[in-house]
């Protein structure tokens, strides 16, 4: 967690930068994709404010709004036209005002933006399918199969439905209006209208993607393998209930491939033959035709780009496959954050693969993956209506074995003051049994999810108020401690990193005292 939270604090001057060293703009998408974490790590009311008034001061009169602020690109190129930026990156300011709500309550900034929200809407409804199919999205998307205009799931290893993502957010616009709306009082024609928008977008990507029962998937089969696609119909609720089962189980039909990126495909021609078979044996190294190459995974890996990491995630933990979720995240290999821990980053990159020239090496864009730590390892997350932060879900998901991961706890700071939730294994050698204690603000509520055996009956449990307050600062400072400790006992985590000898020009792995990556 310190890792991920490194690139989000070194991008927050006067802007949420993409990078503080070069570009320094103001993506929309960049903060659609990592607001989540950032709003766990920090107190994000006054910042998400500006940001989203930034944007606001620069819409343009037909209620376009553009895909970054304040320097206006990304707009006609990768938009829909009139001015409009990206969808994805230009529904950021009404999709934030939408999570500002939620976190902190501010209904005065809802009062001050709503209407140039609903402007923006309005421009959706005016010109999105005209600059759809002026962009070469047909209606039936006959012979869509690959990218197309825009940036959609970006940095990813597969292809991009932009497609998708410029739908998704349009209709994550429309969701978010009626969300600001009802909270503003403005119930009946408002709300309803903003509704019915959304409703109809859904449907339109239900119909196309559900449409042959191969999962969520474009209706020309060569485009199965694009990001995002079953993960982002899940997550969403595109996907009916009596659906999901069966999108769930094409998903798990993706499989991995090579990388033959120029940084992995060097390093491999500067090892010497015994890294390269240890390698090869540890499956980080295999063939992409008569070549060496690096192979990237499905399930123990990242392949997925800004957007779809999040929605990976939360889908199979949500789903039941915590595990699997849990692999992706302790993979190693191109792909992993151990491969970037691996060759020495002490911030995130912005991509997967390593890049000496092109992308940044201190980017917050791939950090969602912070806030499904939070909200399913540790098990603490907002409700999703609620407003100012008032209401908490206590869901943690459990490890298949204790040898995985045995606890786990994180606090989330609202204005009604701190949640916290801590959980860990007990009597391993016994039988074992889990402790979880959570502490709730006055005037917080909470609601605590447990899991169910697979027969689809409860669990035996026993609840107990605690009879005094728990000294939160102490048990921080003995968390810390225990990190300390298993950093050095090298039992997690990697203890190893890669330098580049400049007397031999290979690559050295070096074995260290202490490990890197160690879960804390």
């Not at 055996?453 to 003995?478: C, F, H, M, T, W």
Request: glycine share 10%.
């Amino acid at each position: 967690m310190t890792y991920l939270s490194l690139h989000t604090k070194q991008n927050l001057l006067g802007v949420q930068s993409d990078c503080p060293h070069r570009e320094k703009i103001q993506y929309g998408g960049d903060i659609l994709a990592d607001s989540p974490a950032a709003m766990h790590l920090y107190d994000m009311s006054a910042f998400y404010r500006k940001v989203v008034l930034d944007w606001a001061d620069q819409q343009w009169e037909n209620g376009a709004y553009a895909g970054t602020s304040y320097w206006l690109m990304l707009n006609d190129q990768t938009g829909i036209g009139n001015g409009s930026g990206e969808t994805v990156w230009a529904s950021a300011p009404v999709v934030m005002t939408a999570r500002h709500m939620q976190h902190y309550g501010d209904l005065e900034f809802l009062k001050r933006t709503v209407d140039k929200h609903i402007k923006w809407l309005g421009f959706l409804h005016k010109h999105f399918d005209k600059g759809m199919l002026k962009k070469g999205y047909l209606e039936d998307l006959e012979g869509y199969w690959k990218s197309g205009s825009g940036l959609g799931d970006w940095l990813g290893f597969r292809q991009r439905d932009t497609w998708l993502t410029h739908e998704g957010f349009y209709m994550a616009s429309a969701r978010s209006i009626a969300y600001i709306s009802e909270k503003l009082g403005r119930k009946g024609n408002a709300v309803e209208a903003a509704l019915d928008l959304s409703n109809m977008v859904k449907e339109r990507i239900a119909g196309l993607y559900l449409k042959y029962n191969q999962g969520f998937l474009p209706p020309d089969s060569r485009g199965k393998f694009m990001s995002p696609a079953q993960e982002m119909g899940l997550f969403s609720r595109i996907v009916p209930g009596d659906r999901r089962c069966n999108v769930l189980r094409h998903y798990f039909t993706r499989i991995g491939h090579t990388w033959p990126g120029s940084a992995e495909m060097n390093f491999l021609k500067h090892i010497d033959k015994d890294t390269k078979e240890s390698m090869r044996a540890a499956g980080e190294i295999t063939k992409r035709g008569k070549q060496d190459a690096m192979g990237w995974s499905q399930w123990h890996g990242f392949n997925e780009g800004i957007f779809a990491v999040r929605y990976a995630l939360k889908t199979l933990s949500e789903t039941g496959y915590h595990n699997v979720a849990l692999d992706k995240a302790t993979g190693f290999g191109v792909g992993t954050w151990e491969y970037m821990l691996s060759h020495n980053a002490t911030t995130l990159w912005e991509s997967w693969w390593r890049s000496e020239d092109l992308y940044s090496h201190n980017h917050p864009m791939l950090g969602a993956s912070s806030e499904w730590m939070v909200s399913a390892v540790a098990g603490l997350e907002l409700e999703p209506t609620t407003t100012g932060g008032r209401e908490v879900q206590f869901w943690p998901r459990f490890p298949n074995s204790a040898s995985t991961l045995n606890y786990a706890g994180a606090t989330q700071g609202t204005r009604r003051g701190d949640f916290a939730i801590a959980w860990a294994f007990v009597d391993l050698n016994q039988d074992t049994m889990l402790h979880i204690r959570a502490y709730v603000p006055p005037d917080g509520k909470g609601v605590l999810r447990l899991p169910e055996y697979r027969n689809g009956e409860g669990v035996d449990s026993i609840l107990k108020k605690a009879l005094v307050l728990p000294d939160i600062e102490k048990a921080k400072q003995l968390s810390d401690d225990v990190c300390a400790s298993r950093r050095k006992s090298k039992l997690y985590g990697f203890g190893y990193n890669w330098e580049f000898d400049k007397r031999t020009m290979l690559w050295m792995k070096f074995n260290r005292n202490k490990s890197i990556g160690t879960p804390c």
